[in-house]
C-alpha cells in the first residue's frame, strides 16, 4: 500500500524538480536524517537516508536508501530509478522498490511515466503514467498519475494529480499537488509543495485500518550547493488526516559535482 507519508519520505530523490542549466542538472549523493512528531499516540517517525542522483548522456539514474521506524513499525526501503531522454521531446521515467518490515513499507513499487516537452523552447513539459504497489498483507493499490510543469527563467511551476484504486473493495480515490521552485540547478532550489484530497487505506498497526478519508500535506525545501564539491539540504513537513497529525524536519548534506 503507499500512502502520503510514503510519497514525502522519497520526495528528495523522485520528486525534485529538474531545473535546466547550461551545464545541465548536477550528480549528488546524499545523507539525511529526519524526526517527524505525530499526535494521538500513533509514536513518533525517525530514521536517516542515503539517496543519489547520477546523470549519465542520455540517462539520470537515481538510487534510494531510508532506514526509519514509523507507526512502531521498523523497515528498510531501496529503490532504483531511470530517466531516459529520447532526443529533445520525449522523455521516460522507470523506477522499481521493495521494502522490509512488518507493514509500513511495500513489499513491491512500481512506476512507469512518459513524457513530452512542449513549445519553442521546450519549456512547457506534461507527463502521464502508472503505479502498482503490494503491501505485506492483502492490499494493493493501481494508478494513473498525469503531470505539467512550465519552467521560466529560475521558476519552475508545477501540479498534477493521480486517480487511485485500492485493493480489496476497489476503492477509488483522488489526490491533486501543486509546487513551485525558485533557483537554478548548482546553485540554490526552494520548492513549496501542497497536496490534497482522498487516501484508499493507511496500515498505521491499528487492528482497524484507516479506510477511504482526506488529507492534506506541505513540504518546503532547500537545496544550497555550497562553495566546493559540499551541499546542504533541508525539508519542513506537515501531514494531517482526521485521525493524526503529523510535522518534521530533514536534514541533509551532499556531495555534488
Known amino acids: 500500500m503507499t500512502t502520503a507519508r510514503f510519497r514525502l519520505a522519497l520526495a528528495a530523490l523522485l520528486c525534485l524538480p529538474a531545473i535546466a542549466s547550461a551545464q545541465g542538472p548536477a550528480g549528488w549523493v546524499q545523507a539525511e536524517g529526519f524526526y517527524h512528531k505525530v499526535t494521538n499516540g500513533y509514536g513518533d517517525w525517525y530514521g536517516g537516508g542515503l539517496h543519489a542522483m547520477v546523470p549519465q548522456g542520455r540517462n539520470i539514474w537515481y538510487g534510494d536508501l531510508l532506514a526509519q521506524r514509523a ?22 521515467f522507470v523506477s522499481a522498490g521493495a521494502g522490509s518490515g512488518d507493514y509500513f513499507f511495500p513489499d513491491l513499487r512500481l512506476d512507469a511515466q512518459v513524457g513530452k516537452a512542449w513549445l519553442a523552447r521546450r519549456t512547457l513539459v506534461t507527463s502521464i503514467g502508472g503505479m502498482y504497489a503490494k503491501s505485506k498483507s492483502v492490499y494493493e493499490d493501481v494508478a494513473l498519475t498525469g503531470s505539467v510543469a512550465y519552467y521560466l527563467p529560475g521558476v519552475t511551476i508545477e501540479g498534477g494529480g493521480r486517480v487511485n484504486w485500492s485493493l480489496p473493495g476497489s476503492i477509488a480515490t483522488g489526490r491533486g499537488y501543486g509546487a513551485v521552485t525558485v533557483g537554478r540547478e548548482r546553485k540554490r532550489l526552494v520548492t513549496l509543495r501542497v497536496a490534497g484530497g482522498y487516501e484508499g487505506y493507511q496500515l498505521t498497526g491499528d487492528v482497524e485500518t484507516e479506510r477511504k478519508f482526506q488529507s492534506g500535506e506541505a513540504s518546503l525545501s532547500w537545496r544550497e550547493w555550497l562553495k566546493g564539491p559540499v551541499g546542504i539540504y533541508g525539508r519542513l513537513d506537515w501531514y494531517d488526516n482526521p485521525f493524526y497529525t503529523r510535522t518534521g524536519v530533514t536534514l541533509g548534506i551532499f556531495r555534488h559535482w
Request: proline fraction near 0%; glycine fraction near 10%; charge should be negative.
Open 71 to 92: 507507526f512502531e513499525d521498523d523497515g528498510v526501503w531501496l529503490s532504483a530509478a531511470n530517466r531516459h531522454a529520447f532526443g529533445t521531446d520525449w522523455y521516460t
